[in-house]
């Protein structure tokens, strides 16, 4: 977990400075997505691996190397060094993310989906195409999420009509039933 100024610290002393026309395509809590073209950005990247882990790639990997795993402020890439083909990014907490399944460029493609707010069970028909449909065509989608949770010791389920899927603003309201 990385706090702000660390992370602000990172994209302006080091990648600005590793690759100047570097683009930062979106941030998420304590992510930062680049855009880097060029020939073997890994490898550059690999250089500076004091202030990084690469314990998450595949151990026979070319670049793994597992001595920063679970080392406190190193930033590690989400992608294991696969490569990302494209990055569909809502707003805040809700992006999608289209990528290979591994390093290998011939290797099948995976999804990697974030929509805060919503139940796994709700979001899990979702893909990366509704992503794209939403940027280019927005409507305001609602979904039923529902809960279990407790208030003074009672449970209760909770139903909660949510604006989700949508560029829109999230609004919702509450109602709860004893369980």
Known sequence: MHNASSVYSFHYEYMLKWFPMARLIFTDTDSLYYLIEGPDVEAKLFEHRD???????????????PTNRLKLGKFKCETKGASIIEIVALRPKMYSILMRKDADPASETVEKQRIKGISRATARDIRHKDY???????????????????????????????????????TCALSNALV
């Not at 809960?147 to 603003?169: D, M, N, P, T």
């Open 51 to 65: 202030l990084l882990d690469y314990s998450d790639y595949p151990v026979g990997h070319k670049y793994y190397d």
């Open 132 to 170: 794209i449909a939403q940027l280019h065509d927005p409507v305001e989608n609602y979904q039923i999420n529902r809960r279990i949770g407790h208030k003074a010791h009672q449970l209760y389920s909770f139903e909660v009509f949510i604006s989700c899927f949508s560029l829109f603003h999230l």
